[in-house]
């Protein structure tokens, strides 16, 4: 129970950050299925872009499984599979982004599919 209401409150501090700053675009824990094509959209230094990607296709070595929450394609454990993951995967890709939060062209996207990461499992955002 502990554990629960520890996830609870930093994913609300996330989400008060991004609306504290102004450019909060999160979509919320958006369940995708694989196969399916979603819009990923993100910012960096170079404006707005979107692009439609399949869900669980390949997009270079590290980015095996495009839209599914947390590195790669993972070791085993449930995963969620998300719009905002899929936002952050595709920005990661095309910027070879690393550093998380702390990255300059998509650490908004990593705040904003936090909550994703964290509840997508509980949701039922199993591709």
Not at 98 to 115: I, P, R, T, V
Request: with cysteine; proline share 2%; charged share 20%.
């Amino acid at each position: 129970m502990k554990i629960i209401k520890i996830l609870m409150m930093t994913t609300l501090m996330f989400a008060f950050a991004n609306v504290q700053a102004g450019i909060s675009k999160n979509e919320g824990i958006s369940c995708v299925s694989k196969g399916s094509s979603v819009k990923a959209q993100f910012d960096d230094s170079r404006g707005d872009h979107s692009k439609w990607v399949k869900v669980g296709s390949k997009a270079g070595p590290s980015y095996g499984c495009m839209g599914r929450c947390g590195g790669d394609c993972g070791w085993g454990a449930p995963s969620a599979w998300t719009k905002d993951c899929m936002d952050h995967d595709q920005c990661s890709f095309e910027n070879g982004s690393s550093g998380g939060s702390s990255d300059s062209n998509c650490g908004d996207e990593f705040n904003e599919a936090a909550d994703d990461w964290t509840f997508g499992v509980i949701r039922g955002c199993s591709g």
